[in-house]
């Protein structure tokens, strides 16, 4: 990314920050342990959204803007939260996951409360903005749901993964958009949805990607995670399209957690299911890029656009 | 409970059940499951309240009231999902337990759905409800946490014990009174909150002496549960009152988890507490029912009386 744009977005990570911050103030030691041990990193892809859709449209009440950005983070670190016990994950972002420091129980019941505050919250805004976000926590749950039922099954189609990525990532980012726009001028708001929408394909589809690209050094993860817990992602399905023996063979270590089988199987997908897959979620960054491109000229249109091309260029 | 009284609640219960089965339209069968399995039983005292304290006050539009109340029976729900996760319970009502049928992953998941849903389908009511039941929500997890961080602790006081109490039981029960009463008139919600809240210190005081007389055939778990699983309440705290090693043979026990130590406590507890904190739990109750009493006769007043005398009259 253009080294100016990335430090004026660096500075606006620092107000969300700043911002999530203050929102939080749990009267108990515990819960803000919790709260903290995922809130201290992160992307703020949400945040920023919701900032710079509203800013970009000429929304000039920034701190309404930043708030409603840091309500939706505060839903997706409840979401995470709750990620990390479901996979029982123990590593996020390249730290010891909450529900492993602190125990299932701080961890369920931290992301409830985050969950709850945060829906308290977006209260001080229109109800359609509460209907929307709501709305996306409800799906996020239903495609968490789906993905389990999902999972170690080797019969998974292009368009079943598609409904899960869509739900468990682009709703979110959709609402991020769409609220964001709302704050300002409600008129563009589908141009937002599609803009928002099209950001959580293109990240997630890049995530899965780089889920055969990873090590613990780079990415704080090993590589072909996503097979080990059981989930047939784009890769995959792209390049079992060219090698037949593929999915008998995902189903074969779905059954034996065989390594050799594995490093074959990741092997094969980095060959034959990367390309494409990348190239897919390019699409998807033009698509965002093109949605908002009737937008006058603005610092944060540049942003917006910036992040459309983060997505998919980044390399953790 | 007088029969005539009993058999009237139980249809109106049976009311509840079909609207929140038709609230309820899971894409996903694994959620589906996991909700049934929690929502198959249960007392609907927290609907019951909603639509009694609404239609005592006048209310006509029944249906506006028994959806609200499914609404707040959802967020109920949800957090008995998150509390089976917690306590690593097998048995929740003598059935066992979602996160043991199903595993932890839908149970977490199936949880956030519903408090996802119920805080979408409550904006189709006044701001001011949605922002009292989402206050309660977060309440309620503070209180869940606060009772984590207070367990196997015997340094607790009945303050303590109070605080948690009001949040992880009656915050839920006074949001019923006041937005069932809101829905009616708004100029009464003080004493329905009052109503509430008192129900819920009853019902939990009384629900923590049932631990002390319970066992598999009655309640479905054993007597002594809740020193099992740490928790230090208000029969403990008057038994030690009298008794001044009982606190240090609780110490003793959480740490050796010796049955026959067990065995002696509950026997001390019962003989020197329970009859106190039986006491204690009638007291609200008939707060509850005096914060009513201005209420013109009907049988809706009638409901809400006998769910007061239930709620500490109750054998399971």
């Known amino acids: ?11 606006d990570i620092g107000l969300v920050n700043s911002t999530l911050s203050n929102m939080i103030k749990p009267e108990s030691k515990l ?11 992160g992307k703020r892809l949400r945040p920023l959204i919701v900032f710079y859709s509203a800013l970009s449209l000429g929304l000039s009440d920034k701190n309404s803007a930043l708030r409603l950005g840091c309500i939706i983070e505060l839903i997706h670190t409840a979401s995470l939260l709750h990620d990390d016990i479901i996979d029982d994950a123990n590593v996020r972002r ?5 529900n492993v420091v602190f125990g299932v129980k701080p961890a369920v019941l931290g992301g409830d409360y985050l969950y709850s505050l945060a829906f308290n ?22 495609g968490e749901i789906k993905e389990i039922e999902n999972s170690f099954r080797i019969d998974i189609s292009v368009e079943d993964y598609y409904d899960v990525i869509y739900k468990k990532t682009a709703v979110l980012l959709e609402a991020s958009g769409i609220s964001g726009s709302i704050l300002a001028d409600a008129d563009y708001q589908d141009n937002f949805m599609e803009y928002g929408k099209n950001i959580g394909f293109a990240f997630q589809i890049k995530d899965d990607c780089l889920d055969y690209e990873s090590d613990m050094d780079t990415l704080g993860k090993n590589a072909g995670m996503d097979l080990k817990e059981g989930k047939v992602t784009l890769p995959v399905l792209y390049a079992a399209e060219q090698d037949k023996h593929l999915m008998d063979d995902v189903g074969e270590f779905f059954k034996s957690k ?18 494409a897959s990348v190239e897919e979620a390019k699409k998807f960054s033009k698509k965002a890029k093109s949605s ?4 006058p000229d603005s610092r944060y249109k540049d942003y917006l656009l910036a992040i459309a091309d983060y997505a998919v260029e980044r390399t953790r």
Chains 1, 2 share one sequence.
Request: charged share 25%; glycine share 4%.
């Open 1 to 11: 990314m253009n080294p100016i744009l990335k430090s004026a977005i660096m500075r």
């Open 31 to 41: 819960s803000f342990d919790v709260y903290k041990q995922v809130v201290d990193s």
């Open 94 to 98: 390249g730290k010891a996951s909450a």
């Open 121 to 142: 919250m977006v209260l001080s805004f229109d109800k359609e903005i509460a209907r929307i976000i709501s709305k996306a926590a409800y799906l996020l749950a239903e």
């Open 258 to 275: 065989n390594a050799d089988l594995l490093h074959s199987i990741t092997g094969r997908v980095k060959k034959l299911g990367l390309e």
């Open 292 to 295: 908002i491109i009737m937008l």
